[in-house]
Every structure is written in structure tokens, then in C-alpha cells.
């Protein structure tokens, strides 16, 4: 730095830390100290301009006493070496904490994959395994569902809707391969498998709420189930982990699903009006009609994938 | 006596504190009788003479210090640029307030060390008694 910068840069510290000090005293102060530079570089020529700035002090504390002297309160004092030292360290723990997040990222990369073939869902590198052929979810090596394997059981039925005025299926399912395909019976029927955790045996759970039809799977592990719906009947899904299927449907649907995927396969002599939402993964080209008469068709998926 | 290295450092912070307080009115005393000597005088000037007479005064110190008895109406301040080649100068003069002034802080000062030589010559008085 050159010696008309060393004391420019002087006078600005020396003027901004003046703080509340009117600004034609501020240029007065300036060129007052300016001035004195100037005389102490005339009068004493061995003396550079580093030890006449040093001898006046640091700008800051020039300018406090200036501001002591009317009263006023000082700004903050200039930072001492450790200040620096501090922020220095804060920095540099703030970038190891930064790089570790990014080997964090970089060991649970990708967030979201989602193998076809094997029909797995993993997410976080491999922290939650969705296998969705199973109804089955892991996480980071322990596994929910898949430990009673040998007590699979089937258990199928259906539900006579003649006479009964039901407009809503809700289905309520977790860990589950399901299928969904319309029948043209008037009733709900349903054939499913599932093991067991306890003794008793995982069966189907149907109840009417008004114009609603619920369909639960008790005890449901490793539960796959196909649902035959009546054509019109309106379908709402709520589920955490594994597939769901839907096959050329005449409905409006709603799914509601935490990990796993979708599978919503048009009929294509059908309209369907689409809504779909997934937060981490991915979503297949569907070729949507805003008709009055198109299905309704909402998918909302956090984790995975919906395919047609 | 000093008896330890520790003890030479608390009685050097001791005196440093001590002197702090009493250069403080001391010092105004010093720069306004060499203005009313000098009739006017800037910075630097004031700085080179008191140091001349043992008197030191640190620039960062002595202009805030003219500032703040400008504000105060002890001084005025001119800027002068025909007088001196180079840059201009901001000198300072006693105004008729400055001169009061300093006359009653000379009276006071006299006062103060003459209290303080009577304090001595109670001692002497009771050591003959």
C-alpha cells in the first residue's frame, strides 16, 4: 500500500468510527488530523508513515476519545488480535462441520432410487429400503414386516353393497402390496395374504361410516392385497410404505402414501383429470383432460415414484 | 523498597492510574497557558513545545482535547493556509472565556500546591512538638 493510501484508509476508519459526531465536525476533525500527518512527515523525515500513524494510535480509539470528550458513548473498542483469532476458529469449524455434511450427503447419495426390476425403493443411500413386493420397509438394517414369513396367510371375501348406499371406498394400509382393479359385481371384494406377528390370524377389517366403506387389513405385515371396486365408486387411499397398483379404473382415486410406488395404468378409453405430488422422486409422463367427466385422479407420494 | 517483580507491577499499574487522573486537568492547564504564550498555535506546535518541556502529550490525546474546549468556548479555531507552505493549519486562540478561565485554573492550581506544602509543614510542626 502506498503511503497516500495507508493515510486515506486511516481517515475513512478514523470517520466512520466518529459515529454520531456532526458531519461538518467529522471534516473539520479529518482535516485536522490529516494536517498533522502531513507536519509530522515535514518535521521529523526518518519517521515513515506507519510509525506517525502508530504514534496517533488506532483510528478507532482516536475517535472514542473525541467522543469521550462530548459525552458521548464510545462505539465498540477495536478488536483485539483474539477476537480474530476466535472468528478465525468459528470459521474454520463452521467448514469442517460443512464437509462432513458433504461426506454425509455424498455416503447417503442418492437420496431416492428406485429399482424397477427389483422393485425397491431405497432412500437415503440405502437408509429406508422400501421393497415393495414384499410390503416391506427397512431402516438402516432393521427390518419391519418380514420376520414372520413362514405364518403367511390368506384370507379373501367380499362385501354385498346391494340395498347399501356407498359412494366411498377408504382403504387404511401400511406395508402393503396392493392391487385395485374394478369388478363388475356390485360388491367390494377382496383377496389378500399377510403374516402375522402374534398368534392370531391378519384378516380383513370392513366397516360402514355413512356413505363410507372402510377396509383395513388387522395385524397387517407383509400384507398384499387385490381389491375388486364397483366401477363409479369413488376410491381413497391412505397408506405408509410399499405399492399400489391401479388397474384401468373407472373412478375417482385419491392416494395418500409415505414411501413406495404408484402405479396408476390408465384405460384408455377413459378420461382422467390428474393431481400428482411426489416430494423426493419421480413422476411418469401422464397424459391428463381437464372433461367435466374425466376421473378424478389425485396421487400424493413423499417418498418414490408414480409410474402409469 | 520493591520487594518482588509482581509488586514493581502493581505499583507501576498503581502510579500509571494515579497520573492518568492527574494529568487529566493538569494537561489543560499546560496547553492553555502555551496558547495564551503563543498567542495561537496549532497541534503539531503544541505537541513539539510541551514535549520540549518534558511534558508529554500523545496527538491521539491533545486533539480531541482542542476539540472538546473549542465546544466548550475556552478556544477558537482559524484555519490559516497563507502563512504556511503545503497544507493549511487549524490554529488555536484563547477566546475572552478561555482567558478567565485559565486565570482561575492558575489560582486554583497555585492553591492546590500550596495545600499540599502546608500538609508537609504539618508534619515538621508536630515532629518539633
Known sequence: ?308 | MIHSYAMYHVMKDLIKNWLTQIKKGYLDLCILSLIETKKKSYGFEIISLLSEVDVVIKEGTLYPLLSRMTKDGLLVATWHTEEVLGHPRKFYSLTKLGKVNLKKMKTEYQNLYETYDNIKEIGASNEQT
Open chain 1, 1 to 308: 500500500m502506498s503511503k497516500h493510501n495507508k493515510l486515506e484508509m486511516y481517515l475513512i476508519k478514523l470517520e466512520k468510527s466518529l459515529g454520531s459526531i456532526p458531519i461538518s465536525e467529522k471534516a473539520e476533525i479529518i482535516t485536522e488530523i490529516k494536517s498533522h500527518i502531513l507536519d509530522a512527515t515535514e518535521n521529523n523525515s526518518g519517521a515513515s508513515i506507519d510509525d506517525i500513524l502508530k504514534s496517533l494510535g488506532e483510528p478507532e480509539q482516536v475517535a472514542n476519545k473525541y467522543l469521550l470528550e462530548r459525552g458521548l458513548s464510545p462505539q465498540k473498542p477495536p478488536k483485539h488480535p483474539i477476537v480474530k483469532w476466535l472468528v478465525i476458529g468459528f470459521l474454520g469449524t463452521f467448514a469442517i462441520s460443512a464437509a462432513m455434511t458433504l461426506v454425509l450427503l455424498f455416503k447417503f447419495s442418492p437420496l431416492i432410487e428406485v429399482d424397477e426390476k427389483a422393485g425397491t425403493v431405497k432412500i437415503l443411500g440405502g437408509m429406508i429400503d422400501v421393497q415393495e413386493s414384499k410390503g416391506n420397509i427397512s431402516m438402516s438394517g432393521l427390518s419391519f414386516g418380514s420376520m414372520n414369513m413362514n405364518l403367511n396367510k390368506s384370507f379373501s371375501g367380499n362385501f354385498d353393497l346391494s340395498g347399501k348406499i356407498i359412494e366411498e371406498l377408504m382403504v387404511d394400509l401400511d406395508n402393503t402390496k396392493l392391487i385395485v382393479e374394478n369388478t363388475d359385481a356390485n360388491s367390494v371384494e377382496y383377496d389378500c395374504s399377510a403374516s402375522s406377528h402374534s398368534d392370531e390370524s391378519p384378516s380383513a377389517v370392513l366397516k360402514v361410516d355413512g356413505k363410507v366403506l372402510k377396509f383395513m387389513v388387522s395385524q397387517s405385515k407383509n400384507t398384499k392385497c387385490e381389491l375388486g371396486v364397483p366401477k363409479k365408486m369413488s376410491l381413497n387411499v391412505n397408506a405408509k410404505n410399499g405399492k399400489f397398483i391401479f388397474e384401468e379404473l373407472a373412478n375417482n382415486v385419491n392416494v395418500n402414501a409415505l414411501n413406495g410406488k404408484i402405479v396408476f395404468s390408465p384405460d384408455e378409453k377413459l378420461k382422467y383429470n390428474y393431481k400428482l405430488n411426489v416430494t423426493n422422486g419421480k413422476i411418469s409422463d401422464f397424459t391428463g383432460s381437464e372433461d367435466n367427466d374425466a376421473f378424478k385422479v389425485e396421487l400424493k407420494l413423499i417418498n418414490g415414484k408414480i409410474t402409469n
